[in-house]
């Protein structure tokens, strides 16, 4: 803005008066036209102790213009016949630092949102006051440490994956606050605070990842798991190949872990009752799906994303499962954008999601919970 | 029209019948091949050699691009055939190329195991291709984007990224008379031309650059002035005309050119417009001649100077390079003396249209300088 009142100011010479008008063509640029205008007249009036008058010697039109890279501000200075030309280019933040967002719902918290992709995320209390938080990216672990909200400390690892998938799948596995394991291209990687944070990364042998008190066998150049699930005895349930699943908590619904829904890789949701072929199955899941103890009734429920593809926006909706049917409780939850990620927190009354923004491009961490009403 | 209703009733059932129910999702399913049809027919895909046809230029490109993982600075492709996400798996020349992808790819392998891509095949038929799920993926013309979309085929459009000009002939004596240029550039009704020929799927041009690139088009007025282009007109002594020339084989070139000969006549001047014979004729029989020039990079800079090598040299004009990190401003004058002397006259900007099928999902247009973004596409899987 200043740069453009320079510009605009060595344009106008020894001229004394001037008149300003303000415009936006590109319909999105994030600020108020009467402010631009102010700014800019303050400022070109104390550059050349010049005044705005009508009439004036002087018309400027300036124009706020959006390319692919960001914004231009142009400004036309009109001097009777003549007309001159301004401009100044202000790119587009390729980057935004991560920032705590404030929470927009009671179902939805988001948690951090950045332009760099996202795969997990955790969020451990060090003590009563510090908190730590865990973020998988694709080619690192990065943990931030915060110290009642305000950010103390910032740490990053490099994660040297052996596997890529253009549809890079990651998980965390909390031990407690200072030892976190990374899942992710085929390799394990263990993260410590010993006392400084290091990371030491080797090939996941068997592609187990932990999923609760089960792990699920990864297909690590791939985006989908193989359909082996082995249970803490060692012994294994075989299933479709699913890119998630999920199963009761006997504790809470008093159903077998023999049960599981898997969402398939060709779009269909399946629901397996201890036997080698599906009880009953059904369409218009999305691909992920966690068990949730929302605490509401004592049925079975599972949170499942929404149809469609990653160009468009997402929703959750809730679902128990009675009698080999689910039904969908309550409305679903629409997200700005595709849900990436789904996974169950570890107290099992929550999720923690990863998704993308359509409009502003930035993968969001969020934690999803159910609230009953009354 | 009862005859149509029930043969356009017919083309639907035809697509329901084959395409079958579409299973939903929403993460990458791997798998499948992508059918793709192209206007273009391709005899080699020998890197060293570049079609002189555009739209072979165009498919080549297209194909090179998933072939290759690197590009040169100057947008050629870099490395060996295969290095990209995918690689050739067969080739008939002249009719049909199937990629297959490349498993080891550094980016990820792609979601679909193959393109099959078939050459050759007419803009209506592939729009019927389209429409009973015989292809998955064909560009459209841009003047017929809204009759696809009513006939039911998915249109997926791209920012503009090619722009129709009129360019005077240097030499001729109707070019060199600076009245003449600017009376046919202001006699020109770009937006009849947009809404009526394009049908609404494309940007009256002023400048050289569309608005997304360097976010000043929209100071280059657009707009016709009849009478100033008579007046103008007017002052040229003896019987002046024109002849403005366009490709033969370009239909939509054609129809811009009968229109500005429309525009032309009812400012009072003489202009015909006459297709341009192959091989050309040297020296060229018109004055003027209609040009399609495609920006071949989402950064201003970058498409400026490409559009400057596609044109002909201009008297005058400053045709040294511009800097590296010239600024919006530095690009903003240098396309504002181009057109300023009227011997190029932007007329419209089109978008790239694609139609798509049914169960091709995770589709985005690409922006100028992208290829098609088949490493990304996957397709759902249709129930049996």
Known sequence: MYSLAQEIAVALGSLHSFSLDVKDVSASAPVELAGVRQTLEDDITLRGDRSVAAPADVQVQVTISQTAAGFVLVAEIHRGDAQQVALVSVANTEELPPQPSPEPGIQRKIIWQQATPILDFAQVPADSRRTLWYFLEPDRLVVYEFDDGAQVLREAQPISRRYTSRDLRGHLVVADAMNVSAFTGGVRCDASWNPSFSVECRENAGQQWPMGTVSWTSNPSRNYFSGSVTFSNDLQAKFPPFFSSASPSPETTGLSSSRRIVAGLDGQTQLFVGAAEPASAFNGWGSDIVPIESGCGSEWQVLATGAGDWTQKDQIQLYEIRDRKTIAVGQPMDLPGPILALWPVGDGKSARVISRSIESGLYEASIVSISCGN | ?384
């Open chain 2, 1 to 384: 029209m009862k005859l149509r209703s029930c043969l356009f009733l017919a083309a639907i059932s035809v697509a329901l019948f084959h395409t079958g129910r579409v299973e939903s999702s929403r993460r990458p399913r791997y798998g499948g091949t992508v059918r793709v049809e192209v206007g273009a027919v391709l005899h080699s895909l020998d890197p060293a050699g570049a079609p002189a046809d555009p739209d072979e230029a165009s498919a080549k490109n297209e194909i090179d691009a998933l072939l290759y993982d690197q590009r040169n600075p100057d947008g050629t492709f870099a490395g060996v055939a295969g290095s990209g996400a995918f690689h050739i798996a067969e080739w008939e020349s002249g009719k049909h190329v199937t990629l297959a992808a490349n498993e080891n790819y550094r980016g990820g392998r792609a979601f679909v195991d193959s393109i099959d891509i078939e050459m050759g095949r007419a803009a209506k038929d592939r729009l019927l291709d389209l429409e009973v799920g015989k292809a998955d993926f064909a560009e459209i013309p841009p003047e017929e984007a809204r009759h696809a979309a009513e006939r039911g085929v998915r249109v997926s459009t791209s920012l503009p990224e090619e722009l129709v000009a009129l360019v005077f002939v240097a030499g001729h004596s109707i070019a060199e008379d600076a009245h003449a240029r600017e009376a046919l550039a202001r006699s020109i009704d770009r937006a009849a031309i947009v809404n009526f020929i394009l049908q609404k799927e494309g940007e009256p041009a002023g400048g050289l650059l569309p608005q997304w690139s360097n976010g000043t088009a929209f100071l280059f007025s657009t707009a016709a002035d009849a009478v100033g282009a008579k007046d103008l007109w007017s002052q040229i002594s003896g019987s002046p005309r024109i002849v403005l020339g366009y490709d033969s084989g370009d239909s939509l070139g054609q129809a811009i050119a009968e229109r500005v000969a429309v525009n032309a006549r009812d400012a009072g001047i003489v202009l015909s417009a006459e297709p341009i014979a192959s091989p050309e004729p040297s020296p060229p029989r018109y004055d003027a001649r209609l040009v399609r020039l495609r920006i071949t990079s989402s950064r201003p800079r970058e498409a400026l100077v490409s559009f400057q090598s596609g044109l002909p040299a201009i008297a005058g004009l400053d045709a040294s390079p511009l800097p590296a990190a010239a600024s919006s401003e530095q690009i903003y004058e240098r396309e504002r003396a181009v057109v300023s002397g009227y011997r190029v006259v932007p007329l419209v900007w089109l978008p790239r249209v694609y139609g798509l099928g049914a169960r091709v999902r995770d589709w985005k247009a690409p922006v100028a300088g992208e290829g098609w973004p088949f490493v990304d596409v996957w397709l759902e899987q249709e129930s049996q």
